[in-house]
């Protein structure tokens, strides 16, 4: 018996066990089922009173129990379990007023929209609204664009902007692209209006360059795995900004930080291109840092080899004293050189003597490098005002050899140049951030300065084998069509600015008023020299030497000057519903863009600034799953700018005008897949007062070289098991390129791209892409000028092209190790 008992007691309390937990599974089963009774759903979606969704907004719910935190998602989304009671919600965020509200048990709590006031607008600060959400005066893009795209060549970047600008390249690759929008052709950026393009508040337009006014050449060092944002400004309607603004800015944000120690990205592809990316972001405490290299190499599909080679370093180091307080120091070094064919004539492609790929100057191309360290600083007060100021220095070097018109002006060496830049940039910024409470509403007066200086030593020098000392062989010193130019420039640009944006009816209407005022130097010291004396005769040998005192050959080029323009802007937001999520915008503001140094000095009383006077007014309707925005346009130019290629300078014609429509909208099916698509339509873009008379009509002279429809579409799928994948389609139509004779025009195009991306593993990729997927055949630009081919060929008017790329594939692995979460 005894020996039983031990048995008999384990029995005894396994049965004891089992009632237990019988007992206990009852016991878990009433409390969920009470509290599931005694509980319901709180959600919602954080949105602006123009019905932008906003994410990462606090939500905190307090409770008899205690306290529920949540925050909203990526599409401004919330939900979460409460008690069945009394709610106090508070919502709060980043550059958000905070405010509380109170819920009662009986009230509806599910599917709310929440409507937030920025203390400061997203345009100012990196605060982040939901790409998805339309406006007619701003866009978005955020950093997942840049992630899962393999860029095989530099220029795509731009491409991914759309926002009805189309870009289209010179040489292949490795020259500033052609910037077209809103009917004008802005040459390189800097032009007919300009697109003022910064990268982390640092202007890229560079004035009195030596291949055309605003060159956006130094985009070249930026790298796409860097970028966090984009913000696009579709118009002069910020006070912040200034020259060269006058069809919109471009504002590109780079990381401070990257979220892994280790990335590394690894592709290669057609027309033996391939690429690096290597970046190294320490986890420090109170420091976001970061260092990268970004290699790069392709021939393109040339039949006289492009040789593009890229080297581009890029760092940051950030230090937050607080979460109110920071400091940082960035860093941009690039170096590219490479070969091209210039633009083709287009006759003797159709006539099948040239290739699509083909070149008639094996020498053109270039080699430029450049610089740049920039310091940041940034205070939030206890008042609520932010006070910012950066700088920089920046060193840059270019040299750029062309041939655009073969034989034409030197039949003996051809007509080939180098155009030259070497230039030193200091700027600075600063701006004052006030947020003020004006009659109940929310409102923020904004307040700076910037200071931008430029010594440039810049130059176009006849050249044969890149050689430049053509001017000055035997048979062309007296030649003059053959010029020979150089100076030193020193421009410099003053500016102030004050722009107030109050808030009136709880949000529902928003009315904004700004002013800037631009002010320029203009100091030249230099010469051209032609082949005519100031009394008409011809130059010979002795007179060679340009800076020979009293050389009757050379035009000396000194002087000073100055101008001024204030800039006025205005913009008014009316959203009079207060769920159904439509608004209505009004916008103006008056954008300038600066004369070439050079041209102000020759022709001191011709204008210095060019002004565009820029009207929009649209609409837009933002919902969770559909966006869209129709707006109208005016623009008023006081003067168009016409570049010279032959020797590089900027020339004024008279005013011009620009209407048209633009539609965008944007469609998520379901959390995997959307659509965004947008189409700019110019109805007409002309000279006012101007006309061509003909034997039967009067005719309207009409601004060239720009198409009057771009648009673009995109099928995109997102983190749907570890893909993400777009394809993407971008159109223009055909344009003229002479404005009094409507039959020649430059041929539009439609090319559709594909990019994929699949994550294999936590910290592996495999990225795959394809450009011009069905293989179109076109010419990224085209221009009108005469050419002669040959020696002994007869000169003749033409169109001359850049072929687009053909059918492209790229491959590539991206690494990602040590995440920092």
């Avoid at 926002?163 to 809103?182: D, M, P, T, W």
């Avoid at 009394?535 to 000194?558: K, Q, R, W, Y």
């Avoid at 032959?646 to 469609?667: C, H, K, M, P, Q």
Wanted: charged share 20%.
């Amino acid at each position: 018996m005894n020996k039983l008992y031990p048995l008999s007691k384990y029995f005894l309390t396994a049965r004891y066990q089992a009632i237990f937990t019988l007992i206990f599974t009852l016991l878990i089963s009433l409390n969920l089922t009470a509290f599931a009774q005694n509980t319901r759903t709180f959600s919602g979606t954080v949105l602006t009173q123009q019905f932008e969704l906003v994410p990462n907004v606090s939500v905190e719910i307090e409770t008899f129990d205690g306290k529920i935190s949540a925050v909203t998602d990526k599409a401004g989304a919330f939900s979460l379990k409460v008690p069945a009671e009394a709610l106090s919600v508070k919502f709060s965020g980043n550059n958000i007023e905070p405010f509380t509200r109170i819920f009662s048990a009986t009230d509806k709590i599910e599917n709310l929209q929440i409507k937030v006031a920025f203390v400061v607008p997203p345009i100012s600060e990196s605060v982040v609204i939901e790409d998805d959400a339309l406006t007619p005066d701003i866009e978005r893009r955020n950093e997942s664009v840049y992630n899962n795209t393999l860029f095989g060549r530099d220029d795509q970047l731009i491409q991914t902007l759309n926002a009805g600008i189309n870009a289209g390249q010179h040489e292949g690759g490795g020259k500033s692209l052609e910037i077209r929008r809103f009917g004008f052709n802005t040459d390189h950026g800097g032009v007919n209006g300009g697109v003022k393009i910064l990268v982390d508040n640092v202007q890229q337009n560079q004035g009195t360059q030596g291949h055309g006014q605003g060159y956006l050449g130094a985009l070249k060092s930026l790298s796409p795995e860097l970028v966090e944002n984009v913000s696009i400004i579709n118009g002069p309607f910020s006070a912040a900004y200034g020259d060269f603004s006058g069809l919109g800015v471009v504002q590109i944000r780079q990381r401070e930080s990257l979220p892994n120690r280790f990335t590394a990205r690894i592709q290669g592809g057609s027309f033996n291109t391939i690429r690096g990316f290597f970046a190294y972001s320490p986890k420090i405490e109170k420091i976001d840092a970061f260092i990268a290299y970004e290699p790069s190499y392709t021939d393109g599909p040339f039949e006289s080899r492009l040789r593009y080679r890229r080297d581009n370093v890029t760092g940051n180091a950030t230090y937050k004293f607080s979460d109110k307080q920071s400091f940082g120091v960035k860093l941009n070094f690039g170096r590219n050189s490479f070969f091209s064919s210039g633009q083709i004539p287009l006759d003797l492609v159709e006539k099948g003597e040239l290739d699509r790929f083909g070149y008639i100057d094996p020498e053109n191309g270039g080699a430029v490098s450049a610089g740049t360290i920039g310091t940041y600083y940034r205070k939030e007060l206890a008042s609520g005002a932010t006070f910012k100021a950066d700088a920089f220095l920046s060193r840059s070097l270019f040299d750029l050899f062309s041939n655009f018109t073969f034989f034409a002006a030197d039949p003996l060496y051809g007509d080939e140049i180098q155009q030259h830049d070497s230039r030193l940039q200091e700027g600075a910024n600063l701006q004052y951030l006030q947020p003020y409470k004006f009659l109940g509403g929310q409102s923020l007066l904004t307040a700076g300065g910037n200071a931008h200086f430029n010594q440039i030593n810049v130059g176009l020098y006849p050249s044969t084998d890149r050689n430049p000392n053509r001017k000055f062989l035997p048979e062309n010193i007296d030649n003059p069509g053959v010029l020979y130019t150089k100076a030193d420039a020193n421009v410099n640009n003053y500016a102030a600015y004050a722009q107030n944006s109050s808030s009136f009816f709880n949000g529902h209407l928003r009315i904004d008023l700004g002013l800037r005022y631009d002010y320029f130097t203009f100091d030249v010291e230099g010469f051209e020299l032609g082949g005519v004396s100031e009394t008409g005769g011809l130059c010979n040998s002795d007179f060679v030497n340009p800076v020979a005192e009293n050389n009757p050959c050379a035009l000396i080029l000194n002087g000073k000057e100055g101008a001024g323009r204030f800039q006025p802007k205005a913009a008014v937001a009316l959203s009079p519903f207060e769920t159904f999520p439509m608004s209505f915008y009004v916008n103006y503001g008056r954008g300038i863009s600066s004369q070439d140094a050079r041209g102000v000095v020759r022709n001191p009383d011709a204008p210095k600034i060019s002004a565009t006077d820029f009207y929009q007014a649209g609409t837009s309707y933002n919902s969770r799953r559909f966006s869209a925005v129709f707006s109208s346009f005016l623009i008023d130019r006081s003067n168009e700018q016409v570049y010279i290629p032959d020797d590089g300078s900027i020339e004024f014609a008279g005013r011009t005008r620009s209407y048209g429509v633009e539609l965008r909208n944007s469609i998520r099916f379901n959390r995997y897949l959307s659509f965004n698509g947008g189409l700019t339509q110019v109805i007409k873009a002309f000279y006012p007062g101007e006309f061509t008379e003909t034997d039967n009509s009067r005719r309207r002279v009409i601004i060239d070289s720009a198409p009057k429809t771009v648009a673009n579409g995109s099928v995109v799928l997102s983190e749907m098991r570890g893909f993400n994948s777009s394809l993407n389609w971008r159109h223009i139509s055909n344009y003229r390129l002479d404005g009094e004779n409507e039959r020649i025009k430059a041929s539009g195009h439609d090319v559709v791209d594909f990019s994929l991306s699949k994550r294999l593993k936590k910290w592996v990729e495999l990225n795959f892409s394809i450009d011009n997927l069905f293989n179109k055949r076109y010419y990224e630009t085209q221009n009108y000028f005469e050419s002669r081919v040959s020696p002994n060929a007869d000169i003749a008017e033409r169109i001359h092209a850049t072929p687009g790329y053909p059918f492209t594939v790229n491959v590539g692995l991206t690494f990602r190790l040590g995440s920092k979460e």
